[in-house]
Nanobody, 123 residues
């Protein structure tokens, strides 16, 4: 069983930064991709970023490239999302996710989810 707990959300102004954290329980953390997704009010949940188990591979949605950075500390079973130059359109509930599916598509195939943390960016 895998449990994910996000933290670090909050209310910030345009241009500010936030770092989200996601602590994972369970075994084999370092073997699998971790991802961040977000869901804005009235919209579907969307992929934000993903990182491979060994942290050598990352992927981002186009709207956050150059502003967000995903990283992980396998010794702490934690994944991070550093968000810089935040914009009002980044406002959403941010979810951490992981997969235990071998060969999963890191942009879509996740079967464990956290409860989410709210990020609000005011203009």
């Amino acid at each position: 069983q895998v449990q994910l707990v996000e933290s670090g959300g909050g209310l910030v102004q345009t241009g500010d930064s936030l770092r989200l954290s996601c602590a994972a329980s369970g075994r084999a953390f370092s073997m699998y991709y971790m991802g961040w997704f977000r869901q804005a009010p009235g919209k579907e949940r969307e992929f934000v970023a993903a990182i491979s188990g060994n942290a050598l591979n990352t992927a981002y949605t186009d709207s956050v490239k150059g502003r967000f950075t995903i990283s992980r500390d396998n010794a702490k079973n934690t994944v991070y999302l550093q968000m810089n130059s935040l914009k009002p359109e980044d406002t959403a509930v941010y979810y951490c996710a992981t997969t235990r599916i071998l060969g999963a598509d890191p942009r879509t195939d996740y079967n464990y989810w956290g409860q989410g943390t709210q990020v609000t960016v005011s203009s």
